[in-house]
């Protein structure tokens, strides 16, 4: 039996990494995945490759951190499937740099993506999800949220709001008995092309350096957090809101 199945997702960031390795899994598993990202070009791939392995999607233009292009996305999803049942608030940028040489610009396309992103999805989410009597919010946070790092200072601010406003949102919506769960997923570092240009590639001693900071010895691969993501997304996980969920390899245990 299917774990999604008959259900509709929203995956943002779908075109790449994270997001697309969850919109692919969701889609094995029964849903049905609108696609989302700025990236038009890699999204239609990931929508027509998981149509062509015989699941059913969509993709949608669609900049996170608009306001009237998440109405616009969730009002198409609505008008295609009819329903909104999860939504994986993933998009997100990275940007490296220490307080002292983060300029005020930067620090708010972080957030601007990052956190403003995943309230206007949360928000818009929970008022399309209350017509379809209730679903699953995931969004992505990162270890990131959890400890600091002296050279992500916005990235660790956008990721730690990311953490804390979920935990307002779930409560909100388990008191008003919405039936909306809402948790955070946070990743150690993991192999998509957001890390890799971190790194400039595996042979470098930038990236032994992340593997070192994993007690498990490697990095994560996109499918480690998708399975965490398509728990929270599934009724398997009924009971559980307002919850982290730490896929790191051990990063933050220590
Ligand atoms: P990625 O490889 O860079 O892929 C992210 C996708 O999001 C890309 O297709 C990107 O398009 C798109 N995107 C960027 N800005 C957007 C916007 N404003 N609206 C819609 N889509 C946008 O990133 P990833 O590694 O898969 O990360 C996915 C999420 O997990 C992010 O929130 C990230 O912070 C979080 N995370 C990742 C890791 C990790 O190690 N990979 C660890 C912890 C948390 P373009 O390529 O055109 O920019």
Redesign the pocket.
């Known amino acids: 039996m299917a774990r999604v199945a008959g259900k509709v997702a929203l995956v943002?960031?779908g075109?790449?990494?994270?997001?697309k390795a969850t919109a692919e899994m969701l889609a094995r598993e029964g849903a049905k995945v609108v696609v989302?990202?700025?990236?038009v070009e890699?999204g239609q791939k990931v929508a027509q490759g998981i149509a062509s392995n015989g699941g059913e999607a969509i993709f949608i233009e669609?900049?996170?951190?608009s306001e009237a292009q998440w109405k616009a996305a969730i009002q198409s999803t609505l008008d295609t499937y009819g329903r909104l049942d999860i939504l994986v608030n993933?998009?997100?940028?990275?940007f490296l740099a220490n307080v002292e040489e983060t300029s005020l610009e930067a620090w708010r396309k972080t957030q601007s993506?990052?956190l403003d992103?995943v309230f206007l999805g949360t928000k818009y989410g929970i008022e399309a999800m209350r017509k379809s009597g209730g679903g699953s919010i995931i969004n992505?946070s990162?270890?990131?949220g959890l400890v600091g790092d002296p050279n992500l200072a916005a990235y660790n601010a956008s990721?730690g709001g990311v953490r804390i406003f979920t935990k307002s949102a779930a409560l909100h919506c388990a008191r008003q008995r919405y039936g909306i769960r809402i948790n955070s997923v946070h990743?150690?570092?993991?192999w998509?092309?957001?890390?890799e240009a971190v790194t400039n590639g595996t042979d470098t001693e930038k990236y032994q350096s992340l593997v070192d900071l994993h007690p498990v010895g490697h990095l994560g691969e996109p499918d480690d957090i998708a399975y965490g993501i398509l728990y929270l997304a599934s009724d398997e996980s009924k009971f559980v809101t307002g919850t982290e969920l730490v896929i790191d390899g051990g990063y933050t245990a220590q």
């Open positions: 943002t960031g075109a790449l990494g994270l997001g989302t990202d700025v990236n890699e669609h900049d996170a951190s993933n998009a997100g940028i990275g993506v990052n992103g992505l990162s270890i990131e990721k990743p150690g570092y993991i998509t092309p957001m890390v």
